[in-house]
């Protein structure tokens, strides 16, 4: 998964979409993942770091950052391509 | 390089809630390093807030209301430039735009610049006529129909469905559900800005509106916009710069199309299937134009070198993000300064 180049994510969590002008925030979690994505990182590493940063079993983890990239799916600002 | 020294005249000093464009265009005039520029504010009313900002405005005039035709405003301008040897006019309301187009020769003879479009190609974008131009040249308008009388309603639900947008033949819109509401939105705009009523399809999406500069064959700068918070008046009153090729590609083949010279804005509304509509074209710099300048490309500016002559190359970039948050305030002024406007007719 890629988040759009053109993605506008802050180390405090704030995301900005030029393309539509809109604007979200995220908590520090979210916004880790979003720094990896934009990295180019794959979901398995994102899995990864997640893991060894955080005291979460990959059940949850699975399950929590699937609903989150679903939320970016659904809110165009990623979409499904090779890391 | 050597700064020019200009003095130039703008309208639309109106910064109320439903602003005119006037002082964003001043902001930008004055922003450019090239210029320095001395700024004749024209006024058609005496409590235009523009008037009273004398660090924007350097000096005003009012000049009478476009009703008046263009001899009036003719006799009126061949005064102010007699004090203040005008370089160049920039007119920034849609209704005094064809008394300035009929003047343009003469103010040419009198040494004062203008940029604007001629008459046809005013009124080929005109609200009862951008279907039109719309169908001849491929961009997507809503359909269109005017109805000059009550009978006419009850033939709409044939062409439309419903909710369908009722418009003044200038100004105003109301979305109506039913026929009941065609009808009172009918008389409503009708005792206001006369017939005929347009009724238009209803496109639901997202609001965009692109602020652009065109030299008649091409785009010289465009600048897109998402309004951010809109006021019960429907005017912006926060917006963000849009990144977005497809906008601009619109905007290029627009210009072209139209053949327009000068500033105008396009009011768009992107549906949800990602189609790009064209609502409304606005024939001048929207009230918003200093967000461009602040965003990297300064069309007023642009617009006076077009209109002395100077070659002006298309702009390539923009800031993304940048954003405007227009704010009210309390200007303290004094009676004596409202007593000589509206005595003198000069401040």
Redo the contacts between chains.
């Keep these: 998964m890629l988040l759009k180049k053109?993605i506008?994510v802050s180390s405090s969590g704030f995301i900005?979409n030029?393309?539509?002008?809109d604007s979200y925030t995220v908590n520090q979690i979210a916004s880790e993942i979003l720094e990896l994505l934009k990295e180019n990182k794959s979901i398995d590493e994102v899995k990864r770091e997640i893991l060894k940063n955080y005291e979460v079993d990959e059940k949850s983890l699975n399950e929590d950052l699937n609903d989150f990239l679903g939320h970016l799916r659904q809110l165009r600002l990623a979409e499904d391509g090779n890391a | 390089m050597e700064t020019l020294k200009l003095t130039i005249a703008v309208t639309g000093l109106n910064a109320v809630d439903s602003p005119g464009p006037g002082v964003g265009v001043i902001r930008s005039l004055r922003d450019c390093k090239d210029f320095d520029v001395r700024i004749i504010g024209l006024s058609y009313e005496a409590l235009e807030p523009g008037l009273y900002m004398h660090d924007i405005v350097d000096k005003s005039y009012q000049i009478p209301y476009p009703s008046a035709g263009s001899a009036q405003l003719k006799s009126r301008l061949e005064y102010i430039h007699e004090k203040e040897k005008l370089d160049a006019i920039i007119p920034t309301f849609d209704a005094e735009l064809a008394n300035f187009i009929k003047l343009a020769p003469t103010l040419k003879s009198w040494g004062i610049a203008t940029f604007i479009a001629n008459m046809e190609e005013l009124t080929a974008l005109d609200k009862m006529h951008l279907f039109v131009f719309g169908e001849k040249h491929g961009f997507k308008v809503p359909k269109t129909k005017f109805i000059s009388s009550i009978a006419q309603i009850e033939d709409l639900e044939d062409e439309f469905d419903f909710p369908m947008v009722v418009k003044g033949k200038y100004y105003e819109a109301y979305i109506a559900h039913n026929k009941g509401q065609i009808e009172s939105y009918f008389h409503k705009l009708n005792a206001k800005w006369g017939l005929p009523v347009v009724i238009q399809e209803f496109i639901k999406g997202t609001e965009i509106v692109i602020t652009c500069l065109a030299d008649g064959t091409q785009l010289i700068g465009a600048i897109p916009l998402r309004k951010l918070y809109i006021t019960d008046k429907g005017k912006g009153w926060s917006g963000v710069v849009l990144e977005d090729d497809a906008l601009i590609e619109m905007a290029k083949k627009f210009a072209k199309d139209s053949k327009w010279k000068g500033g105008f804005e396009l009011e768009l509304m992107r549906s949800e299937d990602d189609e790009l509509y064209i609502m409304e074209v606005n024939p001048r710099f929207p009230a918003w134009i200093y967000t461009a300048a602040a965003a990297g490309q300064n069309h007023p500016a642009a617009l006076i070198k077009i209109a002395l002559g100077q070659k002006v190359k298309p702009f390539k970039n923009y800031e993304a993000g940048k954003m405007f948050v227009r704010y009210s305030w309390d200007l303290i002024t004094d009676i004596s300064e409202f007593q000589q406007i509206t005595t003198t007719g000069e401040l």
């Excluded at chain 1, 030029?18 to 002008?21: C, D, F």
């Design positions: 053109n506008a900005f030029p393309s539509t002008g």
